[in-house]
């Protein structure tokens, strides 16, 4: 019996500790002007309970009525419940709907934020880490040293005490300032530097005011080499998308010498295709979807290439050698090809949607982000340059086609079917197109109009690299990239763009084979 008795001591002794919400508390939270109902809310959440957290969470979700001195918590089925027994209680017909202003609306989710550090979800402490970024209110500071204590993760655990010392920088205690400004100093993030310079303008004590000055030249040189290393990824992922573009344009152009004004729109297929193997997972497989994108890459290049050699073998073969009368076929078949998709797809961009695992990004220097969907780009075209080396310099497919390519009579004398070689190779720089085109659909919508765009930068690509020259091909695509967004940065998107085309057309001028030249006796004569 007496086991019994303490047994169930403990238990009602654990059940009022759950529902420790106080009736006033409760009332305080949902009634009265904005500014009591922030203290009440600060004041609450600084010694949180589950069902003070109910109540917040349910007063961000507009599910709380409240009438006299009385207050329910609205469940999803419309019955109330009592906050404070946590027991179920008739709402009356007159219970009037609890309305918060955006300002309360702001302190409910950052107290939210503050109550979800303690999730045992690396990923919703993080979430909640970020929200309370900007977060200047003294009186949560108990809960994020609580937090910050808990903390187990490294990176969690400086963001935290950052978040502390943004708060600490507004305390009336000079030596609290003082050490929250040291600690700001290695935080490297440009919000951070907004809140020290206005800081820095109401700070009266000197030994604070200094550390806030030897902080802000911290950051300031962080930002400075942060910017550089954002322009230098920046210039590295837009040639890795200029070289995935021009690869196939280096076959066609450049090994063939086959104009090719359509190379764009079969860029274009191979994004579409992109998307109707994305519509097929998403009704058929919907379980696998994160692995579409797999299973798009091969569909996109057969897809392009498939329509690269039906026009080799329908038009272009026709056409070997004149180059004027090649250009002008294939700008007509581009401008076929934009209209057959805009009669399937019709005229609006589709949107292709990025799998979980190309999500998110790399935090660096604390305001620098390398997304994942364009360091996978990167790691792509890499893979695609590497294969396609292979193939032209280590495969019989290859030696065929450098050997039509150098010297097609003797090509044929010795037994090679020369048209098929064409066919293959104007096939396969068809299919690197819609690889360049898949890749594409991972960092912007994909319309009709999404080659145009890209190649006039591909066929300067090929040129300034030097025609049928694959390292040249890969030096000119990431320099082009990175001088385009580093000038982006001193003059701008449209005075870069000019800046490279001119850069471009004084090279050949003064280089009219590009940076590497094509050995043989003509170019060394």
């Known amino acids: 019996m007496l086991i019994r008795l303490l047994f169930s001591l403990a238990a009602l002794l654990a059940a009022c500790q759950a529902h420790a919400l106080d009736p006033a508390v ?43 001195q009385q207050v329910w918590l609205i469940q999803k089925d419309g019955r109330g419940l009592d906050p404070v027994t946590g027991t179920a209680s008739p709402v009356p017909d007159d219970a009037e709907d609890v ?5 309360m609306r702001g302190e409910i989710d950052a107290a939210l934020a503050a109550l979800k550090l303690f999730s045992p979800d690396e990923k919703v402490r993080r979430e909640a880490v970020k929200t309370l970024e900007t977060e200047t209110d003294e009186a949560r500071l108990p809960l994020i040293e609580k937090a910050l204590a808990a903390e187990t993760v490294p990176a969690l655990k400086d ?20 050490e929250a400004a040291r600690t700001l100093g290695d935080s490297h993030n440009a919000s951070t530097k907004t809140v020290l310079v206005e800081r820095l303008k109401e700070e009266t004590d000197v030994g604070v005011k200094s550390a806030i000055q030897r902080s802000l030249q911290s950051i300031e040189a962080s930002l400075v080499w942060s910017d550089r290393l954002g322009a230098l990824f920046s210039g590295i992922s837009l040639g890795s998308i200029l070289l995935l573009v021009a690869l196939g344009l280096a076959i ?23 998307y109707v193997v994305q519509g097929l997972f998403q009704k058929y497989l919907p379980g ?10 091969p569909v996109s290049f057969l897809a392009s290439a498939l329509m690269g050699a039906a026009l080799e ?33 019709g005229a609006q961009n589709v949107g292709v949607e990025n799998p979980s695992w190309m999500s998110g990004g790399v935090l660096l220097m604390g305001n620098l982000q390398l997304p994942w969907n364009r360091i996978i780009i990167i790691a792509f ?17 290859g030696l065929f086609v450098r050997g039509v390519t150098q010297n097609r009579p003797i090509a044929s004398c010795m037994g090679v079917n020369t048209a098929r070689i064409d066919t293959y190779a104007f096939a396969l720089g068809s299919g690197i197109a819609g690889l360049a085109g898949c890749a594409l659909s991972q960092v912007g919508n994909v319309g009709p109009d999404l080659g145009q765009g890209y190649i006039v930068d591909s066929f300067m690509v090929v040129v300034l690299g030097g025609v049928g020259q694959l390292a040249g091909t890969v030096y000119a695509a990431l320099g082009l990239g990175i001088l385009n967004k580093f000038l982006e940065g001193f003059a701008g998107a449209v005075l870069a763009k ?21 050995k043989g006796r003509s170019a060394e004569a």
Request: avoid cysteine.
């Open 26 to 68: 409760a009332l305080s939270l949902v009634s009265g002007d904005t500014d009591a109902r922030i203290e009440a809310l600060a004041k609450a959440t600084a010694t949180p309970d589950d069902p003070t957290a109910a109540l917040i969470q349910a007063l961000a979700d507009d599910a709380v009525k409240v009438k006299g």
């Open 99 to 103: 309305i918060n202003n955006n300002r």
């Open 159 to 178: 963001q935290l005490a950052v978040v502390r010392a943004r708060i600490l920088l507004g305390s009336s205690d000079a030596a609290r300032r003082l």
């Open 252 to 274: 066609t152009y450049g090994l063939m010498g086959v104009i090719n004004m359509a190379h764009g729109e079969l860029m274009m297929i191979g994004a579409y295709a992109t």
């Open 288 to 297: 696998a979807f994160d692995w579409y994108l797999l299973a798009a890459v």
């Open 313 to 345: 073998r329908s038009v272009l073969r026709f056409l070997y050698g004149r180059p004027l009368e090649t250009l002008l076929a294939t700008w007509g078949i581009s401008l076929m090809l934009m209209q057959l998709v805009r009669t399937i797809f």
């Open 381 to 397: 075209a890499a893979a695609v340059l590497l294969g396609m080396a292979f193939l032209i310099g280590k495969t019989r497919l």
């Open 498 to 518: 000019i800046a490279v085309l001119v850069f471009i057309i004084v090279f050949i001028q003064k280089r009219p084979q590009g940076i590497f030249a094509m």
